[in-house]
Nanobody
Framework: QVQLVESGGGLVQPGGSLRLSCAASGSIFSIYGMGWYRQAPGKERESVAAISSGGKTDYADSVKGRFTISRDNAKNMVYLQMNSLKPEDTAAYFC??????????????WGQGIQVTVSS
């Protein structure tokens, strides 16, 4: 069984920073692509940032230059450094990973989500 658990969310003022972390645990054989998504109330879930197993990154236009995704393959972790936060970044943020488990089953896993609120 595989789990993704996010941490690091909270309330921050506009212009501030937060760092989200996501830990993958369980019967993991290999982790491929990892990423962060977000969903604001009344809106669809959208991709924020992604990182391949080799470290190639991709970002939504709305966060380019402000957010940085990174990963630690040895620790099965993915991070999202969020700087210059704006009220429109307020959303529930979800960690996502493509994982092959020790039983050779491949699946797309999601964390439970963590709230980020940008407000003065």
């Amino acid at each position: 069984q595989v789990q993704l658990v996010e941490s690091g969310g909270g309330l921050v003022q506009p212009g501030g920073s937060l760092r989200l972390s996501c830990a993958a645990s369980g019967s993991i054989f290999s982790i491929y692509g990892m990423g962060w998504y977000r969903q604001a109330p009344g809106k669809e879930r959208e991709s924020v940032a992604a990182i391949s197993s080799g470290g190639k990154t991709d970002y939504a236009d709305s966060v380019k230059g402000r957010f940085t995704i990174s990963r630690d393959n040895a620790k099965n972790m993915v991070y999202l450094q969020m700087n210059s936060l704006k009220p429109e970044d307020t959303a529930a943020y979800f960690c996502n990973a493509d994982i092959m488990d020790t039983g050779a089953d491949y699946a797309d896993y999601w964390g439970q989500g963590i709230q980020v609120t940008v407000s003065s």
